[in-house]
């Protein structure tokens, strides 16, 4: 069913998200979507090399969690066929290996986990990538003009 629209209103515990082990977590925004998986053979895919990077704070990390692990979420995402995400999120163990990751296209408002959220706040998300400087926009041509301004910006 492509372009309809679905509203799960989800009450109660929905996540038991981060049980993993983790050092750090960065975000990532790149030039290029990848395809589906943010991470292939324990590091980031190939396409994930024109990118955008931060380290999380531990108090980012906790708000993170806090979002993924949300008690009730009231959601409505338009159901699309296409999935080409340009943000992320991988939690990186202490020898450099991917514990999980996120992958999320904020287009066609879809994320896929690794392990798995059954439901999630993709408008939550999009607030909480803006205030930790990951920049989020509303189009593919404003994303790829925000990286040729950057690439402007290096060449002087």
Sequence with gaps: MTGGKYSPIIKGPVNNWGTFKYKNVKGYVTRTPWVYELVANDTLTSLVSERFEISLTANQEKKLFEIL????????????????????????????????????????????????????????????????????????IKHKDYFDSLDRKNSH
């Design 69 to 140: 692990n949300k008690v009730e979420a009231d959601v409505e995402y338009a159901i699309t066929d296409c999935f080409y995400p340009r943000h992320g999120f991988v939690f990186w163990d202490s020898v450099g290996r991917p514990s999980a990751h996120i992958s999320i296209c904020f287009e066609c408002n879809k994320l896929q986990a690794q392990p798995e959220l059954d439901k999630f706040d993709l408008a939550e998300l999009k607030i909480f990538c803006r205030e930790i400087g990951l920049p989020v926009f509303d189009n593919a």
